[in-house]
């Protein structure tokens, strides 16, 4: 079985400061990994994704993450905060093995603020 | 063009009611898929259709029922609903091969009163 945990229901930031939304995944089998953004009222949105290649990962919208097998995480980071990055924020993980389609399993959620 | 269109947006319903939630892509993707977000955000797949054969089904009380007449749609049926069946479902779709990369709708927010 799968599980993702996002370490922080809210997070926030002042405009133009890092951004560090942090997940941790469990897998028995090599993951993929996943970011998605929602923003208020719409659907999720891909930022980026792992798939077993590069363990640095740039997504959209200046976003990053990378891909720490030993510590089992993927956490997703952005140098300078935009107000418009406010959104929550879903990890999510699928195995690797090309049975599991679009079986993604999410974490809870981060809401991210961002103070002007 | 929205790439994949729910319908409708908000459905307000009493208990016991019987309700659909429509979806359609047009991406040309083959494979489709209903998540539901609880109150809490939590999202949780519930079906999956592969060129309208379906191939995930998870544990969801069989008051739920999926069609998908082609690959382009796929429905959700509702009997006899209840006060915990009210929560946004979305659906999504993606290509087969290209595993997690989903594109979601706007999701349908059902309240059951």
């Known amino acids: 079985a799968q599980s993702v945990t996002q370490l922080g229901s809210h997070v926030s930031v002042s405009e133009g400061a890092l951004v560090l939304l942090r997940c941790n995944y469990s897998?028995?089998?090599?993951?993929?990994l996943f970011w998605y953004v929602q923003y208020p009222n719409q659907g999720l949105q891909l930022l980026l994704k792992?798939?077993?290649?590069?363990?640095l990962v740039k997504g959209i919208n200046g976003f990053e993450a990378e891909f720490k097998k030993s510590e089992t995480s993927f956490h997703l980071t952005k140098p300078s905060a935009h107000m418009s990055d406010a959104a929550e924020y879903f990890c999510?993980?699928?195995?690797?093995?090309?049975?599991?389609?679009?079986?993604?399993?999410f974490g809870q959620g981060t809401i991210l603020t961002v103070h002007p | 063009d929205t790439a994949v269109s729910q319908t409708p947006k908000y459905l307000v319903t009493q208990m016991g009611n019987d309700k659909s939630i429509k979806c359609e892509q047009n991406?040309?993707?083959?494979?489709m898929y209903w998540y539901k977000q609880d109150s809490k955000k939590f999202l949780k797949i519930m079906f999956s259709?592969?060129?309208?054969?379906?191939?995930i089904n998870e544990t969801v009380p069989n008051r739920f029922s999926p069609k998908s007449p082609d690959k382009a749609h796929l429905n959700l049926h509702i009997n006899s609903l209840e006060l915990g069946d009210s929560a946004v479902y979305f659906c999504?779709?993606?290509?087969?091969?290209?595993?997690?990369?989903?594109?979601f709708g706007e999701g349908s927010r059902l309240t059951v009163l």
């Open positions: 999510a993980v699928s195995d690797s093995g090309g049975t599991s389609y679009g079986k993604l399993t």
């Open positions: 792992y798939t077993s290649a590069a363990t």
């Open positions: 999504a779709s993606n290509k087969r091969e290209v595993t997690g990369e989903l594109f």
């Open positions: 991406l040309g993707h083959d494979t």
């Open positions: 259709y592969n060129n309208k054969e379906l191939i």
């Open positions: 897998s028995s089998v090599p993951p993929y």
